[in-house]
């Protein structure tokens, strides 16, 4: 059965002012919710309705929390640990759950809660009630079944202090976002969103919340200013689950931790030639939810048949996945890689999980007349598909795969510039990780030095698309056809190389692995910028554009310099032999035109079947996702480069 997200262009004035304002003015009060119990937010539960229990304790710390459904359907919970689970149940009966967990003063507690859920089926469901702590970044979305008149819908906060409330219009459906207010104490904020049938007969109303904890400011001196989620070890038992989450993903950080408290993973192998083992990685993986690590794990196990994710991460201390990391990077501060969550979700109960606050670079260069984007392709089709929030779909891990890998070899790349091969052993284990990072010679440096880039004109442009700097005149004046002079000639293979030193050497290495494990191929263009609502990518008129420009002549020194001294144990030379020449696209033609330029299986060249053949393209079939919305046009936005700390 189809169901719909609220579009926020279909909201009337009148209702989207209610949205916005309906949370300002004086907070509400919580005299509803009883204290030292579990909170249902629904007093009656239907089929399609979220059923919330919040564990509300204000007046006394918890921990150690353990959520177990005892009688009922089984649904899935995916926040075992947490204050709040949240789930929609898809079948009517008695629903039977216990929570055990442990006071401040070491009394052990337990507490059971009770629901029946009705036959009658609810159309309207608000996505996800979940626990978060102050200044934590909040989003909620709410789902209509294809019934509802959406021009009916109202939000309304119930309780808890009052926040300011923004809408973000993504792949034309609504979300709401805030930040959480400080609270000295547990606090639930609630909202209500009610609806009604186009008939006008049936009004549905929904509940979700999220219960606020306290937390300490965060220190003028900390390297992560902004509120990190609560975290934790995947393996509770790792030998450096002591010092994980203070090292790498917290807001007490203020200086780097040294490499005695968090070792490189090339430790773990020190006196071995084999990659490190699975298990050796996942005691270096700091979670949200703990179906994240899981996902990684089955990652690691079951798409890392070459060993190259494994033996790159040596040159990492720990590598965090947390529902609030967008985008995903590597940072040389902590030794850490940082990995968006988006890249893992298999349910769409896993992806409720995922906070949706937009990419805080969404709108650079909006002010241009050009754009450049890329997207890997396969088989004459897009190697990965995206897909809306408003789809309930179940995907694969394959389907996931090229879009994670990828990120992966990016930035991994960036951690073995930082930590490269030949240096992970010489460093003083008393010695400050961002010490170390900073004290190597970095290859990234090298190649700017003996194969530099030469376009000024694409580099200034490159602080303008990826850090926000305001375009001068000369720059929006830029058609198409101006950056096609800068860029064709030069030597990056991709716009997003010209942001930094770093990045330029990333990106070659990402693109010749793809390229060489799995027959996946990168296009890269120059179009117009489209102007208006409803744009495709149709809108998008290729000026100029190559797939597998790594393939052209100007940068094959450059890609075997950055493969070589990456990942070693890659045979970088055989896999530049088997690299062909780039394909121009059609200019003229649409982006989209130009997704089928690859020549049919029957006219590949020698060269390229072997690649082919090379890749087992049959491994990693994508069949499934074909119902799913291609990757959007300008998505360069999976890279990010977090400035290093002065201290």
Same mark, same amino acid.
């Given at each position: 059965m189809r169901?719909?997200?609220?579009?926020?262009?279909?909201?009337?004035?009148? #209702? $989207?002012?209610?949205?916005?304002?309906?949370?300002?003015?004086?907070?509400?009060?919580?005299?509803?919710?009883?204290?030292?119990?579990?909170?249902?937010?629904d007093d009656t539960q239907n089929i399609n309705q979220g059923i919330d229990l919040l564990l509300h304790y204000p007046t006394d710390s918890v921990s150690n929390i353990s959520w177990q459904q005892t009688a009922g359907e089984p649904v899935t919970i995916l926040a075992k640990t947490s204050k709040v689970i949240s789930f929609t149940p898809t079948v009517a009966g008695d629903y039977s759950f216990t929570v055990r967990f442990t006071l401040n003063n070491d009394i052990q507690q337990t507490l059971a809660k009770s629901i029946t859920v009705n036959e009658s089926y609810h159309k309207v469901t608000n996505r996800l009630s979940h626990a978060a702590l102050a200044e934590n970044k909040v989003s909620f979305r709410s789902e209509l079944h294809e019934t509802i008149d959406v021009n009916t819908l109202v939000w309304q906060q119930t309780s808890g202090p009052s926040v300011s409330l923004t809408t973000e219009n993504t792949d034309g459906e609504l979300a709401?976002?805030?930040? +959480?207010?400080? *609270?000295?104490?547990?606090?639930?904020? +609630?909202?209500? *969103?009610?609806? &009604?049938?186009?008939?006008n007969t049936s009004t549905y109303s929904d509940q979700v919340a999220v219960l606020i904890e306290p937390a300490a400011s965060i220190g003028s001196n900390a390297y992560f200013s902004d509120r990190k989620a609560s975290v934790f070890p995947y393996n509770s038992n790792s030998p450096y689950a002591d010092n994980l989450v203070s090292c790498v993903y917290s807001n007490t950080l203020s200086s780097s931790c040294t490499l005695a408290k968090t070792p490189l993973l090339a430790e773990e192998v020190k006196s071995s030639s084999s990659a490190p083992s699975i298990e050796n990685i996942m005691d270096r993986v700091v979670v949200s939810h703990q179906w994240m690590g899981d996902r990684?794990?089955?990652?690691?196990?079951?798409?890392?048949?070459?060993?190259?994710?494994?033996?790159? #991460?040596?040159?990492?201390?720990?590598?965090?996945?947390?529902?609030?990391?967008?985008?995903?990077?590597?940072?040389?501060? &902590?030794?850490?890689?940082?990995?968006?969550a988006e890249n893992f979700w298999l349910t769409p109960q896993e992806r409720d999980t995922i906070n949706e606050a937009p990419d805080f670079r969404a !709108?650079? =260069?909006?002010?241009?007349?050009?754009?450049?984007?890329?997207?890997?392709? /396969?088989?004459?089709?897009?190697?990965?598909?995206?897909?809306?929030?408003?789809?309930?779909?179940?995907?694969?891990?394959?389907?996931?795969?090229?879009?994670?890998?990828?990120?992966?070899?990016?930035?991994?790349?960036?951690?073995?510039?930082?930590?490269? @091969?030949?240096e992970w052993y010489v460093h003083n284990s008393s010695q400050r990780v961002l010490d170390a990072a900073v004290s190597t010679n970095f290859?990234?440096?090298?190649?700017?030095?003996?194969?530099? $880039?030469?376009?000024?004109?694409?580099?200034?442009? =490159?602080?303008?698309?990826?850090?926000?700097? &305001?375009?001068?005149?000369?720059? /929006?004046?830029?058609?198409? *056809? !101006?950056?096609?002079?800068?860029? @064709?000639?030069?030597?990056?293979?991709?716009?997003?190389?010209?942001?930094?030193?770093?990045?330029?050497?990333?990106?070659?290495?990402?693109?010749?692995?793809?390229?060489?494990?799995? +027959?996946?191929?990168?296009?890269?263009?120059? &179009?117009?910028?489209?102007?208006?609502?409803?744009i495709t990518a149709a809108d998008y008129m290729v000026t100029w554009g190559q797939r597998g420009r790594i393939g052209d002549d100007k940068l094959r020194a450059r890609v075997l310099f950055s493969a070589s001294r990456v990942l070693p144990e890659f045979d970088s030379q055989v896999a530049m032999n088997?690299?062909?020449?780039?394909?121009?696209?059609?200019?003229?033609?649409?982006?989209? !035109?130009? $997704?089928?330029? @690859?020549?049919?299986?029957?006219?590949?060249? !020698? #060269?390229?079947?072997?690649?082919?053949?090379? +890749?087992?393209?049959?491994?990693?079939? #994508?069949?499934?996702? /074909?119902?799913?919305?291609?990757?959007p046009v300008n998505n360069f936005n999976r890279y990010y480069q977090k400035p290093l700390p002065a201290h």
């Open positions: 169901l719909i997200i609220v579009n926020i262009y279909l909201l009337s004035s009148l #209702l $989207l002012v209610t949205l916005l304002t309906a949370c300002n003015g004086n907070s509400f009060n919580e005299t509803d919710y009883p204290v030292n119990s579990i909170v249902q937010l709401i976002f805030f930040d +959480a207010p400080n *609270v000295s104490s547990d606090t639930i904020i +609630a909202f209500s *969103v009610t609806a &009604t049938d186009v008939d990684f794990k089955d990652f690691l196990t079951n798409n890392d048949t070459n060993n190259d994710i494994k033996n790159l #991460l040596r040159a990492t201390t720990a590598i965090v996945i947390s529902y609030d990391v967008r985008p995903s990077f590597y940072w040389a501060a &902590t030794g850490a890689i940082y990995l968006d !709108d650079f =260069g909006n002010d241009l007349q050009f754009v450049m984007p890329w997207r890997y392709v /396969k088989d004459n089709d897009y190697a990965s598909f995206s897909y809306s929030k408003s789809s309930r779909v179940t995907r694969t891990a394959s389907e996931g795969l090229f879009r994670l890998t990828s990120l992966m070899y990016h930035e991994l790349a960036h951690a073995n510039d930082f930590f490269p @091969s030949n290859e990234s440096d090298e190649l700017a030095i003996t194969l530099p $880039l030469a376009s000024q004109e694409m580099r200034d442009l =490159g602080q303008v698309s990826f850090a926000g700097e &305001t375009a001068n005149q000369t720059q /929006k004046n830029y058609l198409p *056809v !101006d950056i096609k002079g800068f860029f @064709s000639p030069d030597r990056a293979s991709d716009f997003y190389a010209y942001s930094s030193l770093r990045e330029d050497y990333a990106m070659l290495f990402e693109e010749l692995m793809m390229q060489n494990r799995f +027959a996946v191929i990168r296009d890269v263009a120059i &179009t117009n910028q489209p102007i208006g609502e409803n088997l690299v062909p020449a780039p394909i121009e696209m059609v200019e003229g033609d649409s982006w989209i !035109d130009n $997704l089928t330029i @690859s020549p049919s299986e029957s006219s590949l060249s !020698d #060269l390229t079947k072997r690649l082919r053949s090379y +890749a087992n393209p049959d491994e990693f079939s #994508l069949t499934s996702s /074909k119902t799913a919305g291609v990757e």
